[in-house]
């Protein structure tokens, strides 16, 4: 922020300070705040059930997406690999925004980002759930051709949130412990967005981040509307951000002093 203050001359530069400052905090709030809002949702019943009978009301079938899964074990490997590229997608791309000049598309993809935390936060803190791999009660020798990712990595933390045998979240690796919404799928359609700014990037995010919304399911242990809510989310925000936006530019520009001009008097 001094340095955009000081050095208007070179917004490019600001832009890019500013993003690699932002990175590392979106990641300690992806990790660090899920288990305080796991330990604030103590007393809350898990609403997996109601989640499950969602997907059910979509004709979505989880279990035999495993099994499918476990069939096809190229295809899982490689949906993997389009999963976890949401970490380094998330470090390139306001990156690449700030260093081509697209400094309103950064703007608005850094707003929406933080609404889409709040939001998934807040959602989380009431609806708390442990995701399909728990539910189900899955087992790993069900699925001897395949690894998921997330299975049930997160349910002994949200568990030691709760029932205060987590006392210290500073020791714990930053695991994605939030089920609905899923904020995997809100970060592929952030992405998907912030990547049609840039012209030669358009259509290769576009279906990279489609990709890793349909694996979202199977290697995020999310039921279907876990996905669908993530993805509501993350579309929201960006129209929520670009309002904000336009309304903070308009205050800004009212609330500049225009200088007074002198006319000389008359004779």
Same mark, same amino acid.
């Given at each position: 922020m001094?340095?955009?203050?000081?050095?208007?001359?070179?917004?490019?530069?600001?832009?890019?300070?500013f993003?690699?400052a932002?990175v590392?905090?979106?990641?300690?709030?992806?990790g660090?705040?899920?288990?305080v809002v796991?330990?604030?949702?103590?007393?809350?019943p898990?609403?997996?059930?109601?989640?499950?009978?969602?997907?059910?009301?979509?004709?979505?079938?989880w279990?035999?997406?495993?099994?499918?899964a476990?069939d096809?074990?190229?295809?899982?490997a490689?949906?993997?690999?389009?999963y976890?590229s949401?970490?380094?997608?998330?470090?390139?791309?306001?990156?690449?925004?700030?260093?081509l000049?697209?400094y309103?598309a950064?703007q608005?993809?850094?707003?929406?980002l933080?609404?889409?935390?709040?939001?998934?936060?807040?959602i989380?803190w009431?609806l708390?759930?442990?995701?399909?791999?728990?539910f189900?009660?899955?087992d790993?020798s069900?699925?001897?051709?395949i690894a998921?990712r997330?299975?049930?990595?997160?349910?002994?933390?949200?568990?030691?949130?709760?029932?205060?045998?987590?006392?210290?979240?500073?020791?714990?690796?930053?695991?994605?412990?939030?089920?609905? &919404?899923?904020?995997?799928?809100?970060?592929?359609? =952030? +992405? !998907?967005?912030? %990547?049609?700014?840039?012209?030669? /990037?358009?259509? &290769?995010g576009?279906?990279?981040?489609?990709l890793? =919304? +349909? !694996?979202?399911p %199977?290697?995020?242990?999310?039921? /279907?509307?876990?996905v669908?809510?993530?993805?509501l989310?993350?579309?929201?925000a960006?129209?929520?951000?670009?309002?904000?936006?336009?309304?903070?530019?308009?205050?800004?520009?009212?609330s500049?002093?225009?200088?007074?001009?002198?006319?000389?008097?008359?004779i």
């Open positions: 001094f340095y955009s203050r000081l050095a208007r001359h070179r917004p490019r530069m600001a832009s890019l300070y993003t690699v932002l590392p905090f979106s990641a300690l709030a992806f660090d705040l899920g288990h796991s330990y604030l949702s103590r007393s809350q898990f609403w997996d059930d109601l989640l499950a009978r969602g997907d059910k009301a979509l004709g979505f079938d279990v035999a997406m495993l099994q499918w476990n096809h074990p190229v295809v899982t490689l949906a993997y690999g389009i976890m949401a970490g380094f997608q998330s470090i390139m791309a306001p990156i690449l925004l700030a260093g000049g697209r309103r950064l608005v993809s850094t707003v929406a933080l609404l889409t935390l709040i939001v998934t936060y807040g989380a009431v708390p759930a442990l995701g399909t791999y728990e189900y009660g899955i790993p069900q699925h001897p051709n998921v997330v299975a049930s990595l997160h349910v002994p933390e949200i568990m030691g949130m709760r029932d205060g045998s987590i006392l210290n979240i500073s020791r714990l690796a930053p695991t994605g412990l939030i089920t609905f &919404p899923s904020f995997h799928a809100a970060n592929a359609v =952030l +992405l !998907a967005w912030a %990547l049609w700014q840039v012209p030669y /990037l358009r259509y &290769p576009l279906v990279l981040n489609g890793m =919304l +349909l !694996a979202t %199977l290697h995020g242990s999310h039921f /279907l509307v876990d669908m809510a993530g993805a989310n993350a579309g929201m960006i129209a929520a951000a670009s309002i904000l936006l336009k309304a903070a530019q308009r205050l800004w520009h009212q500049v002093l225009i200088p007074h001009i002198h006319r000389p008097a008359e």
